[in-house]
T-cell receptor, first 115, second 113 residues
Framework: GAVVSQHPSWVICKSGTSVKIECRSL??????MFWYRQFPKQSLMLMAT?????????EQGVEKDKFLINHASLTLSTLTVTSAHPEDSSFYIC???????????FGDGTRLSIL | GESVGLHLPTLSVQEGDNSIINCAYS??????FIWYKQESGKGPQFIID?????DKRQGQRVTVLLNKTVKHLSLQIAATQPGDSAVYFC????????????FGTGTRLTVIP
């Protein structure tokens, strides 16, 4: 149980393109979803937290107009990287949690490469 | 500042031996800790968690120990197998009601066959 599916797993696109990443909880209702960014050989850095039906809460230094997050249902959250540039290239990982006391479960990440 | 860190960035163990991965945290108000395993190119996988009202919790081949006095967390893996090779992160929930976890730096565990 507690499966989180992230799509796509890998995307390469040209600079200036907007890219949408989907995160789905397959067998539980994700009241809260989280988006992380991970650079090579580094830890996960939280970008934003979203509760279903509410606006996302962004961490300091994360541009909300650059990284658009939508959490419209209890099983789906999307992250859109708008007008992506090479410096946005990274590994983006979502996680989801049911309720307040259960652990977060992670998707397998999306490797984004901007040319 | 508040931080979660690991004592060792890399750890190599012989197959069949026990592994111990350590983690230090600095916020005494943290009430929940999780160990995750991350294999190359994948997202973190939940291993085991522990709340601050406990000092030990066991799972299948894994044990987490929490020493609140010295703010130290460890993950013990029994009879380490090649499939255990990965990066291990401890994550800390820094305060009651907080919605997110703060991840440590990570330790790369390499199991030598």
């Amino acid at each position: 149980g507690a499966v989180v599916s992230q799509h796509p797993s890998w995307v390469i696109c040209k600079s200036g393109t907007s890219v949408k990443i989907e995160c789905r909880s397959l067998d539980f209702q994700a009241t809260t979803m989280f988006w992380y960014r991970q650079f090579p050989k580094q830890s996960l850095m939280l970008m934003a937290t979203s509760n279903e039906g509410s606006k996302a809460t962004y961490e300091q230094g994360v541009e909300k107009d650059k990284f658009l997050i939508n959490h419209a249902s209890l099983t789906l959250s999307t992250l859109t990287v708008t007008s992506a540039h090479p410096e946005d290239s990274s590994f983006y990982i979502c996680s989801a949690r049911e309720g307040e006391v259960r652990p977060q479960h992670f998707g397998d990440g999306t490797r984004l490469s901007i040319l | 500042g508040e931080s979660v860190g690991l004592h060792l960035p890399t750890l190599s163990v012989q197959e069949g031996d026990n592994s111990i991965i350590n983690c230090a945290y600095s916020n005494s108000a943290s009430d929940y800790f999780i160990w995750y395993k991350q294999e190359s190119g994948k997202g973190p996988q939940f291993i085991i968690d522990i709340r601050s009202n406990m000092d030990k919790r066991q799972g299948q081949r894994v044990t987490v120990l929490l020493n609140k006095t010295v703010k130290h967390l460890s993950l013990q893996i029994a009879a380490t197998q090649p499939g255990d090779s990965a990066v291990y992160f401890c994550a800390e929930k820094k305060r009651a009601g907080a919605n997110n976890l703060f991840f440590g730096t990570g330790t790369r565990l390499t199991v030598i066959p």
